[in-house]
């Protein structure tokens, strides 16, 4: 093992920033990470055993014990809950011999649940050792077991024709990208990027924040920061050493959008990387890859390798001494809160993903203390059209508080989930009937961290950074849909994917969680809802990252528009006791230690044997 | 640089970049803190420190003063949040002060006798941490672990500056965990320093438990707002 091990280190340069990567090796080496293999990389990378343990236990994917030679990640999201889940749960732990959450007897094959992964318009599917699977069935399922129980791979299952992994026809067979609403922003295939990239390197990188500024772009990815801004910070930051990331941790439940850019337009991505680092003086860029794209990775080296044999990557750039750039792909390993940028660059160094204290900020500190931009794959794929169209073109887009326009993954009850490209200022209604709704009733707008609407009341909100902001997820449940049974999921997905560090998201999502069951349960009383509201507002007002921010919002915008389903689950009190506390199973320890102390003092009393 | 700050509503001057726990303090407020050490890089974890600076909730911790900051400690929804997220910490663990061999010293118990908590607004957990006391001078009592990170951050391995104290796990699942090896190898000093780090009784000393009677310990010499406000903490 200890060869193995040093192999991989050694390719790795002993370099501990690329821990995630040698764990990911290691774990496709051994099926999972081996304590001795923990040794190992502690010696070689002078960390101690439990350092590497504390970063190795931080993330969903990586195993400490033997977790199954086959592993099954079942995604569990609120749209696959309500496309088949528990039956397909069923049919795994059947046929595998494995209860969700550990393996089989036999170690050959382990179900684990998993955050959604990125592909809510074709759930239930699922992760199995690097490939996905799709709009599973019982029957598909079962299809799948007997197969890998006949020796087949996953990889060759999944891929019957043995595509070539890199191609597009690969990712193809394993994903359906529906794209049912494009441009004038997104998927617009005209592009020539070599002619794009000169005519941007024309202009001094200060011409280019300009641009990127006049178009008033805001992040796409959710916090809705203005990329120039971030841009001109971290040009203004002195230091001979920075770096562009692009942020592909797309771990929002419900959207997928990012995945559908990386698919079909990974080329506007990657450019949109090339001028961030034109604009801001890197030399060294980084995609930050969720690990449930792990299928996409091949295919997108080799876009990569595409642009730098066309001279639109790596040194000196179409032949210019004075820029040179190369992006490398890193992978996540299963952690929600790596999409929050502070997060996503601990993970780059190989650690924990702890959001960062701030200030720095990233534009000032980032990336290994150096200034960074950290931005959304959907705002790279805008920098690139901006560029091509112009900034007054871009910012003539939406109206006046949003310019531009963004992507939308559609999902839930509706005739045509898919990827909507979205103008600011369109309605709610509007983009609910180009979807065909089917009697819409709620809708969670950019998933649990955003809020929930009905449609009655915010049908005519419109999309916009100053009324209905979307980060790119947009859920529909129509009525038979138990929405308070959704809030709790949305907890419980907070509460999984909190990392700790601070005191309101570690402690009060849990209590948030528990105040649900309780009223689920029939349980509950207006102190549990006056509560929900107050406790709500703490965590949100006090946590360190967005993660705690947000995540009181599943319970705090269904208790301001859907009330009366509170209400409804309401018992009243009576007397001086909460409805909750259960009189007699408190005192059944007493009245257990009772009635034993009267059995002893009933039968007659024993003499002493010698 | 000289600048001023609005502080509770009175006009403040101090220096810029300072920090604003630091800043209160000399100016008679008290904010209360767990993981926030003078002179040590910011930990940002507890957020009991959280005051109101600009209008918006900030953990004061994190803040450095700038010229025209509109900051507010004494206001009772403020005073109320951070009581709260002190009863979060006493409902996590399982603090029970009258047999643990840090109180009187402890910070989580002062700061808690500060801001007049009684019962908590959140239930007890009572849930069940396993100890850890396989190192020869370190135990540690998870029982009573806030998560502040001192010991992780400040407490180094002196010859390979390797991490001594770890966190295991994420969310409410993480715990703290110890280093053997490396713990043995820390000078008798270094000991007395983690555990005087502690801001509870999780990392103890062993073999000097109760070495200072009941009744003379620091926060029953001088409270904790007192020791902050003199700067003698």
């Known amino acids: ?610 | 640089m000289s600048i001023q700050i609005t502080l509770d509503g009175r006009p403040v001057s101090t220096q810029a970049g300072a920090n604003l726990v630091d800043v209160a303090a000399e100016h008679g407020v008290y904010i209360p803190t767990l993981c926030y050490l003078k002179g040590k890089p910011c930990l940002g974890t507890c957020r009991i420190c959280s005051v109101s600076v600009n209008g918006r909730i900030a953990a004061a911790c994190t803040v450095s003063v700038s010229d025209g900051m509109i900051v507010a400690v004494d206001e009772p929804a403020l005073a109320d949040m951070r009581k709260a997220l002190i009863e979060m910490l006493f409902i996590e663990g399982n603090h029970n002060c009258p047999s643990c061999e840090k109180s009187g010293r402890c910070d989580l118990q002062a700061v808690g006798y500060d801001v007049g908590m009684l019962v908590p607004r959140f239930p007890y957990r009572f849930t069940p941490h396993q100890r850890e006391v396989g190192a020869e001078r370190i135990w540690l009592e998870r029982d009573r672990c806030i998560f502040c990170q001192r010991c992780v951050d400040y407490i180094h391995d002196q010859h390979s500056g390797q991490k001594i104290f770890t966190i295991k796990g994420r969310g409410s699942n993480a715990r703290i965990e110890i280093d053997k090896t490396l713990a043995d190898q820390m000078s008798a000093e270094q000991v007395r320093e983690a555990a005087e780090l502690c801001p509870v009784g999780c990392i103890i000393e062993k073999g000097v438990g109760f070495n200072r009677p009941i009744g003379e310990r620091k926060f029953e010499i001088k409270s904790v707002r007192q020791r902050a406000l003199e700067d003698d903490v």
């Open chain 1, 1 to 610: 093992m200890n060869k193995k091990v040093l192999s991989i280190v050694k390719r790795y340069q002993a370099d501990k920033t690329r821990l995630l990567d040698m764990l990911w090796e290691i774990q496709r080496q051994y099926d999972y990470i081996p304590h001795g293999a923990i040794l190992t990389l502690a010696d070689e990378l002078n960390l101690s055993v439990n350092d590497i343990r504390e970063t190795s236990s931080f993330y969903h994917f990586f195993h400490m014990r033997p977790a199954g030679k086959h592993r099954f990640y079942l995604s569990n999201t609120v749209i696959a809950r309500m496309n088949g889940y528990q039956q397909v749960l069923m049919a795994l732990e059947q046929a595998t011999g494995a209860t969700l959450g550990s393996m089989d007897v036999s170690g050959t094959f382990g179900v684990y649940d998993t955050a959604c992964i990125g592909l809510s318009d074709q759930e239930p599917a699922m992760l199995i050792d690097d490939v996905v699977f799709t709009r599973l069935t019982v029957d598909k399922v079962q299809w799948i077991i007997a197969q890998l129980q006949q020796g087949y791979s996953a990889a060759e299952i999944a891929n019957p024709q043995q595509l070539p992994t890199h191609s597009i026809a690969y990712v193809d067979q394993l994903v359906e990208t529906h794209i049912c609403q494009a441009g004038p922003v997104f998927f617009q295939q005209e592009t020539d990027y070599h002619r794009l990239l000169q005519q941007c390197l024309t202009h001094d990188p200060d011409a280019v924040i300009k641009t990127v500024l006049n178009a008033r772009l805001q992040g796409l990815g959710g916090a809705g920061f203005s990329t120039g801004e971030k841009w001109r910070l971290c040009r203004e930051t002195a230091s001979q050493t920075k770096y562009v990331i692009g942020n592909a941790d797309e771990g929002e439940p419900g959207t997928y959008k990012d995945r559908a850019l990386l698919i079909r337009s990974p080329k506007e991505v990657f450019l949109g990387m090339i001028i961030a680092a034109w604009a801001i003086g890197a030399a060294q860029g980084i995609l930050y890859l969720r690990a449930e794209y792990i299928y996409l990775k091949q295919f997108l080296e080799t876009e990569l390798q595409q642009l730098r044999e066309a001279g639109l990557l790596g040194r000196h750039i179409l032949g210019r001494e004075d820029f040179s750039f190369d992006i490398r792909i890193q992978m996540g390993a299963g952690a929600y809160i790596c999409g929050d940028e502070s997060a996503l660059l601990e993970s780059c160094e190989g650690k924990r993903g702890t959001p960062r204290v701030k200030p720095p900020f990233p534009a000032q500190q980032g990336y290994l203390g150096m200034p960074t931009t950290v931005n959304n794959v959907e705002t790279l794929a805008a920098v690139t059209r901006l560029m091509e169209k112009g900034a007054a073109w871009y910012a003539g887009l939406g109206f006046a508080t949003s310019a531009g326009s963004r992507l939308v993954s559609v999902s839930g009850d509706c005739a045509r989930p898919g990827i909507y490209e979205v103008e600011w200022g369109l309605t709610l209604n509007q983009l609910l009937e180009q979807v065909g709704a089917v009697e819409p009733w709620a809708i969670q707008v950019s998933g649990p961290s955003g809020e929930c609407v009905a449609v009655e009341l915010s049908g005519e909100r419109r999309f916009g950074y100053d009324d209905l902001v979307c980060n790119g997820s947009l859920m529909i449940f129509n009525r038979s849909r138990d929405l308070l049974d959704i809030v709790h999921q949305f907890m419980q997905f907070f509460v999984t994917e909190s990392c700790g560090i601070c005191t309101p998201c570690r402690v009060g999502n849990v209590e948030l969680r528990q105040k649900i069951e309780r009223i689920i349960a029939g349980k509950g009383c207006q102190q549990d809802l006056d509560d929900l509201l107050s406790w709500g507002e703490i965590i949100r007002r006090t946590s360190r990252c967005g993660l705690g921010a947000t995540s009181p919002n599943p319970i705090l915008t269904t208790l301001a528009q859907f009330n009366q389903l509170y209400q409804a689950k309401l018992i009243a009190s009576q007397g001086t006791l909460l409805p909750s506390f259960d009189v007699k199973a408190a005192l059944q320890g007493h009245e257990q230690a009772r009635i034993k102390v009267m059995q002893i003092e009933s039968e007659p009393s024993k003499e002493v044997v010698k």
